[in-house]
């Protein structure tokens, strides 16, 4: 199985700071990594997809990139909205693998 | 609108078998790429992959729950059924449906989650 494992696990910031997240692959996966963001009580929603291109209606202020083993999600603005926790997930090879999730927590 | 919705037992007995399904509204599970997935997520955990079916019947699965899964399809009433047999409490979780739409993206549309509780 791949192995993601996400950086950090927390973090606390403030309304406005720019934030990014580091999901590291086991192995390589190419560009097959997807972000999630969930909030308590809630299902996933997707943000990121194909490691940098961005769902439809999800806002510009975040992005994604990377391909092989390395990757980031980034909020280039936070908004009071987007304080959750975020997940990414490899399709590159079954099984089928998620990050234990970084929790963006409110400074 | 797409929407996905679970369906199922809120509560099973350890060694039971638990049938959920998945309801899918405004889009055909017989689109070419389509696949449905299940993930679950027990209370304050991480999220955990357990299946998948694609649009033509193909199927995929956990390797470490594989022997007690059991995805199929329903198309003309649009649902996709999971069995997991032989529950535990280690069981005990949310499980989501969730929908790749087209073959280059992900999973684009997710149920609302179902918690199961294994429990005697």
């Known amino acids: 199985d791949i192995q993601m494992t996400q950086s950090p696990s927390s973090v606390s910031a403030s309304i406005g700071d720019r934030v990014t997240i580091t999901c590291r692959a086991s192995?390589?996966?190419?560009?097959?990594l997807a972000w999630y963001q969930q909030k308590p009580g809630k299902a996933p929603k997707l943000l990121i997809y194909a490691a940098s291109s961005l769902q439809s209606g999800v806002p510009s202020r975040f992005s994604g990139s990377g391909s092989g083993t390395d990757f980031t999600l980034t909020i280039s603005s936070l908004q009071p909205e987007d304080f959750a926790t975020y997940y990414c997930?490899?399709?590159?090879?079954?099984?089928?693998?998620f990050g234990q999730g970084t929790r963006l927590e409110i400074k | 609108q797409i929407t996905l919705k679970e369906s199922g037992p809120t509560l099973v007995k350890p060694t039971q078998t638990l049938t959920l399904t998945c309801t899918v509204s405004g889009f055909s599970l017989s689109t070419s790429g389509v696949h449905v997935g299940w993930i679950r997520q027990p209370p304050g955990k991480a999220l955990e992959w357990l299946a998948l079916?694609?649009?033509?019947?193909?199927?995929r699965y956990s390797p470490s729950l594989k022997s007690r899964l059991t995805i199929t399809k329903d198309t003309s009433k649009n649902q996709v059924v999971l069995t997991l047999t032989n529950m535990d409490p280690a069981d005990t979780a949310t499980y989501f449906c969730a929908l790749r739409s087209t073959a280059m993206t992900s999973l684009d549309y997710w149920g609302q989650g179902t918690l199961v509780t294994v429990s005697s």
């Open positions: 079916i694609y649009w033509d019947d193909g199927t």
């Open positions: 192995q390589g996966i190419s560009s097959w």
């Open positions: 997930q490899q399709a590159n090879s079954f099984p089928i693998t």
